[in-house]
């Protein structure tokens, strides 16, 4: 257990709708990050928060937003859905805005009908 | 730029050794080295950066040539708990350490069989 959860572990849901996946990161980690998981690309990186502030952007798309709440926690909202969104989206947090050691959460498999 | 990781899979029998290697077209910063069991999150093995250091623990070590940008992780007399896909990221120079995220590899099967 990596101390970091996320919600939801499984989401089915049809194209053009919109969806939130919740992480709370490890206790005492300010920083999080997210990432998506498919299986021709590997870890792609898409945003990454530091106490609530952006703190670097990936291949994050338009259609996908985030933030990071006062007490840490983030939300990952992604909208519009593709059938290409359909992927393992991982939330990880670390205690510094550099990036060191990543605790990952257990991921929301999300999959667009 | 994602990096290349290299072989895409490997099948062991129990105790034989193993290389995984991860080249960068960038000049790097630092390189890390995730493990990732079927279903799964990918589990932090270890940081390597620039200055060629080595690393490792127990039987599982890794170095980083930047010269090369490259880095290659070392897995001896590899146990069944060793199977899993493992993941370099890596940080650019042109970041120089700071928070950009690490970029993966599409990562390296490793199938150990008793």
């Known amino acids: 257990d990596s101390g970091v959860t996320q919600t939801p572990k499984h989401l089915i849901t049809a194209t053009g709708q919109r969806v939130t996946l919740r992480c709370s990161p490890r206790s005492g980690d300010l920083s999080v990050y997210w990432y998506q998981q498919s299986l021709d690309q590997g870890l792609q990186f898409l945003i990454q928060?530091?106490?609530?502030?952006?703190?670097a952007k990936g291949n994050i798309l338009e259609r996908f937003s985030a933030q990071q709440f006062p007490d840490l926690h983030s939300e990952l909202n992604l909208s519009s859905l593709e059938l290409g969104d359909s992927a393992l989206y991982f939330c990880?947090?670390?205690?510094?805005?550099?990036?060191?050691?990543?605790?990952f959460g257990e991921g929301s498999r999300l999959t667009v009908l | 730029q994602q990096p290349v990781q290299s072989p895409q899979a490997v099948i062991l029998r129990e105790g034989e050794d193993a290389v995984i290697n991860c080249s960068s077209s960038?000049?790097?910063?630092?390189v890390h080295w995730y493990r990732q069991k079927h279903g799964e999150a990918p589990v932090f093995l270890m940081i390597?950066?620039?200055?060629?250091e080595q690393k490792g623990h127990d039987k599982i070590s890794a170095s980083f040539n930047e010269k090369k940008q490259q880095s290659s992780l070392y897995l001896t007399a590899s146990q069944l708990s060793y199977s899993g896909t493992y993941f370099c990221?890596?940080?650019?120079?042109?970041?120089?350490?700071?928070?950009?995220?690490?970029?993966f590899g599409k990562g390296t099967h490793l199938i150990i069989q008793p």
């Open positions: 990880a947090s670390s205690v510094s805005v550099n990036t060191g050691e990543l605790f």
């Open positions: 960038k000049a790097l910063y630092s």
């Open positions: 990221g890596t940080e650019d120079v042109d970041s120089g350490g700071g928070a950009d995220g690490l970029t």
């Open positions: 390597l950066l620039k200055g060629g």
């Open positions: 928060y530091y106490n609530g502030e952006e703190r």
